[in-house]
């Protein structure tokens, strides 16, 4: 393994156990077996390694997201197709999803606040798309495209952390995906 990646692998893991705030630069390079230098060569900051960590993770969510999402005039298969890649995606890297989403939830003056914003942007900007493209389809939608990406990504980040936090052994993500859809169509329509 290259330096790069074990640095970046070693922050990882500190940072998702103990947060970024509460990790210093020397703490990653002793993890990591090198030298303060060679992560500044790297990422020039903590700040950069942390760019870099979010966007190794964050970015290719938002590829595979963005892929899946695509509004084809089925606004409950739409949702379930984006829904099921959301809760793959947070399986597949546990870890990184807490700490992704810790980070979406730190104060709006922190580093790390600042350097998840953008994707979380991007994210809400996906799931918007989709219910704008579907607006024609939903009588009661009135203007309220930003509310439905709110209630839909909540619903399906609630259940993710409710069931890490559980942690139930195994998870049936194409009957999960339905569920959670179900559960938000039933609310929109009534």
């Known amino acids: 393994m290259d330096n790069r990646t074990n640095i970046l692998e070693c922050a990882t893991e500190l940072f998702c156990e103990k947060g970024y705030d509460a990790v ?3 703490e990653i390079v002793d993890r990591a077996g090198t ?3 060679t ?12 760019e870099s960590i979010i966007e190794e993770y964050y ?3 938002l590829e595979r997201l963005e892929t899946v999402s695509v509004y084809q ?3 409950p298969n739409t949702l379930y197709t984006t829904c099921r890649e959301y809760l793959k995606m947070a399986i597949e890297n546990k870890t990184m999803y807490l700490f992704t989403v810790s980070l979406i939830y730190s104060a709006r003056e922190n580093d790390s606040y600042r350097a998840i914003r953008p994707y979380m942007v991007k994210t809400h900007e996906i799931i918007v798309k989709i219910f704008e493209q579907a607006s024609n389809e939903l009588e009661n939608m009135n203007g309220r495209q930003q509310q439905f990406a709110s209630g839909f990504e909540g619903i399906v ?5 409710y069931y890490f936090e559980i942690g139930e052994p195994r998870i049936d993500i194409d009957e999960i995906g339905k569920n959670l859809v179900d559960q938000f169509m039933y609310g929109i329509y009534s």
Not at 157 to 161: D, K, Q, W
């Open 24 to 26: 210093g630069v020397q």
């Open 35 to 37: 030298t303060k230098p």
């Open 39 to 50: 992560l500044y060569y790297y990422f020039k900051s903590k700040y950069g390694l942390l």
């Open 59 to 61: 970015g290719r969510f």
């Open 73 to 75: 005039g089925d606004l």
């Open 157 to 161: 980040n609630f259940y993710l952390i």
